[in-house]
């Protein structure tokens, strides 16, 4: 009697400490941690992927946990930390992922993460305010020579940081670069006209800029963007800075494999969705999917690229 007694609390402690069961997942709303503020295209990217999956999954529910600052480093580090049951995942972004773990600052490697999909890009722009007299980047690069500008990025480490940083090299500039919590906190510098420039992505301003509320001075690419043909590239204007962005969305490593492969079969069919896609393009997200395995081969590309470039100039 007393070894049953023992056998029976023995497999309640058990059932109480595993994970759940991925028959029975989900079985209560899933946490979905965003490293950046409400509003941004981070968020709104994980707001509309949720959305897909809940209407195309019967029992997905999500709640969307904004964790802004340094540069994404809280947020990436507490979806690595969290309790690895499958009901907090979250998303991440590059290059600033791997960034913070070239400079020596995150408590977390590309190893903490179950790596599900990457979900979208974002081309590198430079804004600046509507009745700036800086009209493209020579204009830019001559006026930051004649006195100090005050240029507005995404964090330390960020995909804007590095973008400001080659184009400083490539144009013998300083900028005064000011650090922000995000691209709310840029778009409204621009707009209310209290930064030069700032260094940001496509999806971040592009509507601004056709309703003639900011400009878009270059696009930091080497071709056009079908989303923003008559934006001029950074090569046409003489300036080889190229800049893109990827925005992911991860899980804790030791998450059960079933569970995992649950998840990445409900992102993988969102993604693939028309109604995703058009979600998608009606809010300026710009798509680029790819499977769990091709974004942690692009990652770790991207980081040993990163390690050489910090290798150079740490920042």
Not at 18 to 33: C, N
Not at 75 to 94: K, L, N, Q
Not at 233 to 255: D, F, L, N
């Amino acid at each position: 009697m007393l070894k049953k007694s023992i056998l029976a609390g023995l497999a309640l402690s058990l059932a109480f400490a595993a994970p759940a069961f991925a028959g029975d997942y989900p079985s209560k709303p899933i946490t979905v941690i965003v490293p950046s503020k409400a509003g941004g295209s981070t968020d709104r990217t994980a707001r509309m992927l949720t959305e897909t999956i809940k209407k195309q999954n019967p029992g997905f529910e999500f709640v969307i946990k904004d964790i802004h600052g340094s540069g994404g480093q809280k947020g990436f580090e507490e979806i690595a930390r969290a309790r690895p049951d499958g009901y907090t995942i979250g998303m991440v972004f590059t290059p600033q992922l791997v960034a913070h773990i070239v400079s020596k600052r995150a408590r977390y490697t590309l190893d903490s993460f179950h790596v599900i999909a990457n979900v979208a890009q974002d081309p590198g722009i430079v804004a600046v305010p509507k009745n700036s007299k800086i009209k493209n980047l020579a204009d830019l690069a001559k006026a930051a020579k004649a006195g100090q500008l005050t240029v507005a990025v995404n964090g330390i480490g960020s995909d804007d940081f590095l973008a400001a940083k080659n184009f400083e090299a490539k144009a013998g500039v300083t900028f005064n670069l000011l650090p922000t919590k995000g691209s709310t906190e840029q778009k409204a510098g621009i707009l209310g006209g209290h930064f030069d420039a700032a260094f940001m992505n496509l999806s971040q301003m592009i509507a601004q800029h056709r309703a003639g509320d900011a400009r878009i001075i270059a696009l930091l690419a080497d071709k056009r963007d079908e989303n923003a043909p008559n934006i001029p590239t950074s090569k046409e204007q003489g300036y080889e800075v190229y800049m893109t962005a990827t925005r992911g969305i991860v899980a804790p490593a030791k998450v059960d494999k079933a569970i995992l492969a649950k998840l990445d079969a409900v992102a993988g069919k969102a993604l693939a969705s028309d109604a995703f896609k058009a979600a998608a393009k009606k809010g300026n997200i710009y798509l680029k999917p790819m499977s769990g395995p091709d974004y942690l081969a692009y990652l770790k590309q991207l980081q040993a690229d990163t390690q050489a470039v910090y290798d150079k100039a740490p920042w």
